[in-house]
Structure formats: structure tokens, C-alpha cells
């Protein structure tokens, strides 16, 4: 069974960047022809998809988000990571981590990241 | 790329069935049969319920089936239980390799 764990930190100071990381257990982020996501949910508010990467190293953006974000595979930590710079208090919500792109069986419990000063 | 439209709520007594309609258009949900549906119990994450469509992950409760009209693509829940009340999202492919998701809908058996 494949599980998903985010992590990083809870605040983030607005014009910084926020990094957060997914660990995977029970399977390998470098085999499979699976693609690794992350999404984010703000407050009371619904999903949005953040980006995705392949494991032969493609990328895709939200269009949304693109100038800021970028997603990485580190595949000697079985992790994928994401950064998102010059945040806003826009960017607070629950950030999750999954596998796939387009639907995601596999999911992180997510975790929440608060911009404040 | 505008989020796809939902009801914010559909409710309905158990039993009986319940249709969550997803709106999008000819670039999206029309133009693709790759749409999938979550349910979201309070402070968890989103469960796959439904992919390309009409395609139920293994372990799914066969009360929820999907289905797709142009540029409408529906979850419908029969024989609708406690347990199902939760929010609902819909997500389709967009081209160029991006995602879209709708708006979400609250669905409260009574």
C-alpha cells in the first residue's frame, strides 16, 4: 500500500518561500509510469491542482501558479518537494501531496501552511 | 481556466438517489473523458470515488456510478446513505496537460 506523508513548515512570512516535501513509502517515486502531484485546498474553499512531475523528470504548472512554483524529484530519499515563492496570505490553505495526474488514488493527509508575518 | 461549476448542495433521505452535476465546456469536461470525482469527509483528505468518467477504483461502493453528457459530466448515488453525506468534487484534463477542478458540492442525507 503506497502512503504519502507532507511535511514543512506550518507559517510562512509573506514575500518568502514556501518548501514543503512528500515522502513516499511502499513503492518507489523512480519506478512505475506514475506521475507525483501536489494540491492545495484554502480554507472552506476547493481543490486546486498545484503541479505534477513524471518520473523521467516532466513537469507540468497549474497556468495559475506557474511563474512560482516549482516541483523536484529526489529520488535517492524517495521524496518529491515543492516550492512556491513570494507567497500571500492567498497561498494559506492545506497543501497535499499524491500520486497521479488527473486522478489520484493515493493521497497525503495534508498539511497546513498559514502566510502571516 | 475557470474552476467547473457545481451545485453547492444537493441533499436527499436515505435510500434514495442523488445526481451531482459538474459543468464545464468543449475545452474541458466536453472534450475529454478523463473527469474524476472525490469525497471529502471534514478534516480528511479527498477520496477517489470515480476515474475517466465512469470507472470506480476497486474497494468503491457500486451506489456511486458516473457518467458524462457534452459538456456535463454527473456522480450519482443511490440508495443514499449516513455515511455519504460529505463534500464532493469534480476534476477534469484541461489540455495542455493541466488539471481543473469544480467548485464542490455539499450533499447532507436527511
Known amino acids: 500500500q503506497v502512503q504519502l506523508q507532507e511535511s514543512g513548515p506550518g507559517l510562512v512570512k509573506p514575500s518568502e518561500t514556501l518548501s514543503l516535501t512528500c515522502t513516499v513509502s511502499?513503492?518507489?517515486?523512480?519506478?512505475?509510469?506514475?506521475?507525483w502531484s501536489w494540491l492545495r485546498q484554502p480554507p472552506g474553499k476547493g481543490l486546486e491542482w498545484i503541479a505534477y512531475?513524471?518520473?523521467?523528470?516532466?513537469?507540468n504548472y497549474n497556468p495559475s501558479l506557474k511563474s512560482r512554483v516549482t516541483i523536484s524529484l529526489d529520488t535517492s530519499k524517495n521524496q518529491f518537494s515543492l516550492k512556491l515563492t513570494s507567497v500571500t496570505a492567498a497561498d494559506t490553505a492545506v497543501y497535499y501531496c499524491?500520486?497521479?495526474?488527473?486522478?489520484?488514488?493515493?493521497w497525503g493527509q495534508g498539511t497546513p501552511v498559514t502566510v502571516s508575518s | 481556466q475557470s474552476a467547473l461549476t457545481q451545485p453547492a448542495s444537493v441533499s436527499g433521505s436515505p435510500g434514495q438517489s442523488i445526481t451531482i452535476s459538474c459543468t464545464g465546456t468543449?475545452?474541458?469536461?466536453?472534450?475529454?473523458?478523463?473527469v474524476s470525482w472525490y469525497q471529502q469527509h471534514p478534516g480528511k483528505a479527498p477520496k477517489l470515488m470515480i476515474y475517466d468518467v465512469s470507472n470506480r477504483p476497486s474497494g468503491v461502493s457500486n451506489r456511486f456510478s458516473g457518467s458524462k453528457s457534452g459538456n456535463t459530466a454527473s456522480l450519482i448515488i443511490s440508495g443514499l446513505q449516513a455515511e455519504d453525506e460529505a463534500d464532493y468534487y469534480c476534476n477534469s484534463y484541461a489540455s495542455s496537460n493541466t488539471y481543473v477542478f469544480g467548485t464542490g458540492t455539499k450533499v447532507t442525507v436527511l
Open positions: 468543449s475545452s474541458d469536461v466536453g472534450a475529454y473523458n478523463f
Open positions: 512531475i513524471h518520473n523521467s523528470g516532466t513537469t
Open positions: 499524491a500520486r497521479g495526474a488527473g486522478w489520484y488514488l493515493y
Open positions: 511502499g513503492g518507489s517515486v523512480s519506478s512505475g509510469n506514475y506521475y
